[in-house]
């Protein structure tokens, strides 16, 4: 045989060696992607079954409204509890269902696929209201969805015996000030009625669990002029603050003013309550506190009985512009305890008698009624960061201070950053960040609702500020006293962003 065609056949035999090798990777790499995708699919229709089983077991096979949020986004969509839930999962971070009241929210990190005996799934329904049903046995291992207890406004609930509140409010002094009115009009002794409105030429109006009610009486300008006349002393001049307290009570009254003259005032009822500790004592102690609420909501009520306690062993300077705290007692211990009052000259300058306290006063604790401008926030960190514990209250929830460029500092604050493509939010580049740390490490977010008054503690402010800016869920924990019963639920909650 010529050496030419004994090449050649070499030749041939590699090639045919290296198509088969070729053939070989090929049969392997697709092996493979069929494999890959036969486990994303598994885990696809194992998460699916998970959570359509969790959403079946707490509203049925009803169709569910859907809120989900899809790129930081609200949408709302009526869906069947099979397919259309599959379609969205991966689309989305977060779902949360709702039907009759009764909220539960499903997070995307909660979803896990595991290989586990078949058994009880878990739910996230509390295990105390619904109990999931028990799987029949296998001895097999099959691959499960489990789905963690996602939060919900019943997912943790604890309870726990406390003394009832006790709630004082002085009558006597409304009495003696509006006469026939408050007898003929007012029901001072329920607990509900927080305010009265009058203005000249409109009828009476007296505010009760947050409804205005307006009563057949009309104000006349004899009725306001004999209000100012007969008003007892106590707190600063009407004429500097246009709010004054009732001497010897905690009630205040603020002057509607209108072309030079007082042509209306309104009325704040102040309660003094005792048994609100149980709420706040395991969360307080050297810990900066930030109260926050709507108007008339009790957040001055929870100051004073923080202050009460914490005034035990420490040196506690409490600033009180307007008297609202303490009112004009000259004997406050059964107010706010040993805590030493200032009560500043002028208010608009109280961030002065807060610098005050600490060059000249040995506070270890300071406390203020009201944060109201950028510079008393400014003055607040600076003591922060002498290792002074600060106790404030401030109008607005957590979300509004987050998002409020004159106080929003207290929380940290926020700025924009440039971000890498890696980390963009939905193709924005340029996004909110926190922009310094917190001065405050607690939150208190206090509302009224239905039930009474619900007491929403947001710890670990720095993470949760962070998570608010950034659309995602924070953990939260919400008490309340219902009678002699102290309950705390913990919920996920989400800010929806501005």
Same mark, same amino acid.
Do not use: W
């Given at each position: 045989m010529s050496p030419v065609l004994t090449k050649v056949g070499r030749v041939a035999v590699a090639a045919v060696a290296a198509a088969k090798t070729a053939a070989t990777q090929v049969g392997a790499k697709a092996a493979a992607l069929e494999a890959s995708a036969k486990v994303a699919g598994i885990e696809a229709s194992a998460k699916v079954a998970g959570i359509e089983a969790s959403v079946k077991e707490c509203f049925g096979s009803e169709k569910t409204t859907v809120d989900t949020l899809e790129f930081k986004k609200a949408l709302e969509r009526t869906i069947g509890?099979?397919?259309?839930?599959? #379609? %969205?999962? $991966?689309?989305? /971070?977060?779902? =949360?269902?709702?039907? $009759?009241? *009764?909220q539960?929210?499903?997070? =995307?990190n909660k979803f896990s696929t595991k290989e586990t005996s078949t058994s009880e799934p878990q739910s996230p329904?509390?295990?105390?209201?619904?109990?999931?049903?028990?799987?029949?046995?296998?001895?097999? #291992?099959? &691959?499960t969805s489990t789905v963690d207890r996602t939060v919900s406004p019943k997912l943790v609930k604890t309870t726990k015996p406390v003394p009832e509140l006790n709630v004082h409010c002085d009558t006597k002094a409304i009495d003696d000030l509006l006469g026939a009115m408050a007898s003929e009009h007012l029901d001072l002794n329920n607990p509900g009625t927080t305010d009265i409105l009058m203005d000249v030429g409109s009828k009476m109006t007296v505010k009760v669990n947050g409804e205005c009610l307006q009563h057949d009486r009309i104000i006349t300008r004899d009725d306001i002029d004999n209000i100012i006349q007969n008003l007892p002393g106590g707190g600063p001049d009407i004429k500097k603050t246009n709010r004054v307290m009732f001497g010897q009570t905690l009630h205040r009254l603020a002057a509607v003013g209108y072309d030079g003259n007082i042509n209306g005032v309104t009325i704040r009822l102040g309660r003094r309550v005792s048994?609100?500790?149980?709420?706040?004592?395991?969360?307080? &102690? +050297?810990?900066?506190?930030?109260?926050?609420?709507?108007?008339?909501?009790? #957040?001055?009520?929870?100051?004073? &009985?923080?202050?009460? *306690?914490?005034? +035990? #062993?420490?040196?506690?300077?409490?600033?009180?512009?307007s008297g609202e705290i303490c009112g004009d007692f000259e004997n406050k211990d059964h107010i706010v305890g040993a805590a030493r009052v200032f009560r500043p000259h /002028?208010?608009?300058?109280?961030?002065?008698?807060?610098?005050?306290?600490?060059?000249? *006063?040995?506070? /270890? @604790?300071?406390?203020? !009624?009201?944060?109201?401008? =950028?510079?008393? @926030?400014?003055?607040? +960190?600076?003591?922060?960061?002498?290792?002074? +514990?600060?106790?404030?209250? @401030? *109008? $607005?929830? %957590?979300? !509004?201070?987050?998002?409020?460029p004159m106080l929003n500092k207290a929380l940290g604050g926020t700025t924009q950053a440039t971000v890498s493509d890696r980390v963009a939010v939905d193709g924005r580049k340029v996004v909110n960040q926190r922009s310094t740390r917190p001065i405050f490490d607690v939150v208190i977010n206090i509302k009224r609702t239905p039930m009474g008054l619900d007491y929403m503690f947001v710890e670990n402010v720095a993470d949760n500020v962070s998570k608010i800016i950034e659309g995602k869920p924070i953990q939260t924990r919400t008490r309340r006293i219902n009678g002699g019963t102290l309950e705390e639920t913990t919920e996920e909650v989400i800010f929806p962003l501005y």
């Open positions: 509890i099979s397919k259309p839930l599959g #379609k %969205i999962i $991966g689309l989305t /971070d977060y779902l =949360k269902l709702t039907k $009759g009241g *009764h539960v929210l499903l997070t =995307k329904i509390p295990a105390d209201s619904t109990k999931a049903p028990t799987a029949k046995s296998s001895a097999t #291992k099959t &691959e048994g609100l500790l149980p709420l706040f004592e395991d969360l307080i &102690e +050297q810990k900066n506190i930030l109260l926050c609420g709507a108007p008339n909501v009790g #957040k001055t009520t929870a100051l004073r &009985e923080i202050c009460k *306690h914490l005034a +035990q #062993k420490r040196c506690l300077c409490l600033i009180d512009s /002028d208010p608009d300058r109280q961030y002065m008698t807060l610098l005050d306290c600490v060059r000249n *006063h040995s506070a /270890d @604790v300071i406390a203020i !009624d009201e944060l109201n401008t =950028k510079g008393e @926030v400014e003055v607040c +960190q600076t003591i922060a960061l002498r290792s002074i +514990q600060m106790v404030a209250c @401030v *109008h $607005g929830n %957590i979300q !509004d201070l987050v998002f409020n």
